[in-house]
């Protein structure tokens, strides 16, 4: 069983930063690709950045980049998210996932994802 847990979610203002981290329970990491994907109230799991098996393909959607930087950590079995420019309609919960089929690539469906946290609350407002 591979667990990821998310940590790092709260309220911030507008223009400010935050860094979301994932842990994932097992020394399988390293075997994943892993990816953040968030959920706003009525609407479908949506993927935001996710980077492969080894690092060797980071994928970002466009509302994201140049302000979002997702990284891995394979020595502490960890995934991060450095959010940057924060804004309002970035407020969602966000997840951790993990893809063990497709590890050297990134996969932007849900449903190529084989396991996932629980969320964190992201909440940008004034």
């Known amino acids: 069983q591979v667990i990821l847990e998310e940590s790092g979610g709260g309220l911030v203002q507008p223009g400010t930063s935050l860094s979301l981290a994932c842990k994932v329970s097992r020394r399988t990491a390293n075997t994943l690709a892993m990816a953040w994907f968030r959920r706003t109230p009525g609407k479908e799991r949506e993927f935001v950045a996710g980077?492969?098996?080894?690092?060797?393909?980071?994928e970002y959607i466009d509302g994201v980049k140049g302000r979002f930087t997702v990284s891995r950590d394979d020595a502490t079995n960890s995934l991060y998210l450095q959010m940057n420019e924060l804004k309002p309609e970035d407020t969602a919960v966000y997840y951790c996932?993990?893809?063990?089929?497709?590890?050297?690539?990134?996969?932007?469906?849900?449903?190529?994802?084989?396991?996932w946290g629980q969320g964190t609350q992201v909440t940008v407002s004034s």
């Open positions: 996932a993990g893809d063990s089929i497709y590890a050297y690539s990134v996969k932007f469906g849900a449903a190529d994802y084989d396991y």
């Open positions: 980077i492969s098996r080894l690092g060797g393909n980071i």
